[in-house]
DNA sequence: TCGAATATGGTAGTCACTACCATATGACTG
DNA sequence: CAGTCATATGGTAGTGACTACCATATTCGA
C-alpha cells in the first residue's frame, strides 16, 4: 500500500473521530461543518471529498456494519433461507455490539435530529435493497416476480427483526441481552411470522 | 367552517398542487421553492409555513394516507392480532390505490433523489412507531418489555408487507394485482414469517 | 530528478431554511 | 357599522450545507 492510501485512511479517521467528537459535545445541529474542519486541520473543500454530506459523518460507522454484513453474505455458501437470514442478522448484530458506545451515540441523534433520523432510515433501506438483490440471486423459481416478492418479504423480515432488537437495545441501556432477544426473533422467523405470546389470552387485543 | 380555514386549505391545495407539476415537469431536484412559491402567486415565507421542508410538499400524501389508516385503527373495537394487522394494511393500501399517478411519481422521485427517499423512509419508520405504540396499548401482558417487543416486531412485520407489495406494484407498472398480492403476503403473516414457495425445491438457496 | 497524477485549500456562488418585522385581512364586539 | 384584535402574508437579512472551479502542493512512476 504507498503512502497516499496510508494518509488518506488516517486524514479520513480524523475528520470523523473529531467530528463525532464535537456532535457529542455540542449536539449535531449546533455543530458546524466548518468547526469540524477547522478541528481536523483541513479545509471545507477536503472534508467534502471524503464525506459528501454532514449525516454521512455520523452514519459512516453503521453503514460499514451493514454493507460489511451483506459482502460477507455475498461470499457464503448456500444454504436453507432461514438459516442464511439468521446468520446475516447475528452478524450484523455483532459488528454493532462491538461499538456499544458509537451506537448509541447515532439513535441519540438520529432521535433529536430528523435529518439523522431519515438519512439512517434510508441507509437501513438500501441494506434492505442490497440483500433483497443477493436473495433473489440465490433463490430460484419459475415465476421470477415470485422469487423477487420472496427475496424482498425475507429481507425485510430480517431487516425487521434486527432493527427492533436493537432499538429495544438502545432503549434499554442495561436490562437487555441482545443475543437472547435476538434468539427468540428469530424462532418467530422459523415459527410464525406475528410473534403471538405463549399465553393464549395474551393473544387478544384489547380496545382503549 | 369560517372563511379563514377556507382559504388556508385552497392555499395550501394550490401550493401542492403547483409543486408537484412543477416536480414532474422540471424534477425535484433543478425546482426551486422560490420558483413554486411565484407559481403559487404566494411568497416563499407564506410557502414555509403551511410546508417545513421541500421534502413534505412530494410527502404529504403518503404521510396523510399513513397517519389516517393508524387513526381509523385506533377507533377499532378490540380484533385478533393479526385480523388487526391485516385490516390496517388493506386500509392503507387501499388508500394509496385511490390515487395511483400520484403514488408512482412519489416513488420515482424518491429514486432518483436521496433526500426524498430519506424523507420517505423516515415517514414510513414513524408510522411503524405509531403503529407499535397502538399495539402496546391494546395487547396485555405480564412482562411489559415482551409487549413491547411483540408490538414493535408486529408492526414491522406490517409495513414489512405495505412496503414490499407497494414497491412491486409501483416497479411493475400493470403487471400486478394490488389486492392479490397483499392477499398473498398476508396468509404468510399468519403462517409462517419466511415466505417460502410451496415446491420443496424451491425452498433451498443455491450459490453464487 | 522530472513530469504526471492526484490531493488540498480557497473563492464565489446557489439554495434550503430561519428569525423578524411591517402590513393587510378576515373575525368578533360595542 | 366602526373599532379592535387575532392572524395571515410578504419582505428583508442572514445562516449554513453543499457545489463548481482553479491554483497550488504533494506523491508516485520513470
Not at 453474505?73 to 433461507?81: A, N
Not at 447475528?90 to 432521535?111: C, F, K, S, T
Request: with cysteine; net charge negative; glycine share 6%.
Amino acid at each position: 500500500m504507498g503512502l497516499r492510501e496510508l494518509k488518506r485512511e488516517r486524514t479520513r479517521r480524523l475528520i470523523a473521530d473529531k467530528a463525532f467528537e464535537l456532535f457529542t459535545d455540542h449536539g449535531f445541529g449546533r455543530t458546524t461543518v466548518e468547526q469540524i474542519a477547522a478541528a481536523a486541520e483541513v479545509g471545507p473543500s477536503t472534508l467534502y471529498r471524503y464525506f459528501p454530506t454532514k449525516e454521512t459523518l455520523v452514519l459512516e460507522f453503521v453503514e460499514d456494519c451493514l454493507m460489511d454484513a451483506v459482502a460477507w453474505f455475498r461470499e457464503q455458501p448456500p444454504v436453507d433461507l432461514p438459516d442464511g437470514l439468521q446468520a446475516v442478522i447475528e452478524r450484523v448484530l455483532e459488528e454493532l455490539e462491538r461499538n456499544p458506545d458509537r451506537v448509541r451515540a447515532v439513535y441519540e441523534m438520529a432521535d433529536q435530529t430528523p435529518s439523522v433520523s431519515a438519512h439512517l432510515q434510508e441507509l437501513i433501506w438500501r441494506f434492505r435493497e442490497e440483500l433483497t438483490e443477493e436473495l433473489v440471486r440465490r433463490l430460484s423459481g419459475p415465476d421470477p416476480q415470485l422469487v423477487e416478492f420472496t427475496a424482498a418479504l425475507s429481507a425485510g423480515s430480517a431487516m425487521n427483526i434486527i432493527e427492533t432488537v436493537v432499538r429495544m437495545w438502545v432503549d434499554n441501556p442495561d436490562g437487555i441481552d441482545v443475543k437472547e432477544l435476538a434468539h427468540r426473533a428469530m424462532s418467530l422467523l422459523r415459527g410464525g411470522g406475528i410473534p403471538l405470546p405463549a399465553a393464549p389470552s395474551d393473544n387478544a387485543i384489547h380496545g382503549p
